[in-house]
């Protein structure tokens, strides 16, 4: 399984807004409504920012969102804050109970 | 609160095996689904596998042959073991519990292959 296609890097200055794009196939994204996104900082664990394609968890900024069309799914990132720069990776269900990643982006809040 | 701490050496020699240990607590492995995803330096997630709680396991294709999960419903702990190891299987290796997506992970354990 391909590791799913991700921008290197975006950038984007305090209170605007940014949009990441992840790239998969009709066997992982296009096939299934299970894509989620991690927030990765520095030497930390990631953590789950959206699920289910544009389901956000409780605590989880308003400010984040995801969508899908086809075998692209996207973060949106709005009212940028320096405390959103950090790696963001996309993950999707592929079936056969098994997952895959992006390849990762760096944004950087400038 | 659901916590996870991985342990387990940080030092394997080449074709050896990686062993490793979850630890888990303010829930039972006993339900959800258990992972283990790993980072090698400067790269992106690769998940492993998992033990799910029906008991059943499944592995990254690419990994196939080499890698096992079990787990420990006594001790609330599951365990990855990786066969023949090179240095490519050097990373940070985590594991995180499954529910809807990977929402609860361990803080991580730098493995590192070498002689």
């Known amino acids: 399984q391909s590791a799913l296609t991700q921008p290197a890097s975006v950038s984007g200055s305090p209170g605007q807004s940014i949009t990441i794009s992840c790239t998969g196939s009709s066997s992982d994204i296009g096939g299934y409504n299970y894509v989620s996104w991690y927030q990765q900082h520095p030497g930390k664990a990631p953590k789950v920012m959206i699920y289910?394609?544009?389901k956000r968890p409780s605590e989880v900024s308003t400010r984040f969102s995801g969508s899908k069309s086809g075998n692209t799914a996207s973060l949106t990132i709005s009212g940028l804050q320096t405390e959103d720069e950090a790696y963001y990776y996309c993950s999707s269900y592929t079936g056969d109970t098994n997952w895959v990643f992006g390849g990762g982006t760096k944004l950087t809040v400038l | 609160q659901v916590q996870l701490q991985e342990s387990g050496p940080r030092l394997v020699k080449p074709s050896e095996t990686l062993s490793l240990t979850c630890s888990v607590s303010?829930?039972?492995?006993?339900?959800?689904?258990w992972s283990w995803i790993r980072q090698p330096p400067g790269k992106t997630l690769e998940w492993i596998g998992y033990f799910s709680n029906s008991g059943s396991t499944n592995y990254n294709p690419s990994l196939q042959g080499r890698v096992t999960i079990s787990a420990d419903t006594s001790k609330n702990q599951f365990s990855l073991t990786l066969k023949t190891v090179t240095t490519a299987d050097t990373a940070v290796y985590y594991c995180a519990k499954y529910y809807n997506a990977f929402d609860i992970w361990g803080p991580g354990t730098t493995v590192t292959v070498s002689s």
């Open positions: 303010g829930d039972s492995i006993s339900s959800y689904y």
């Open positions: 289910d394609v544009s």
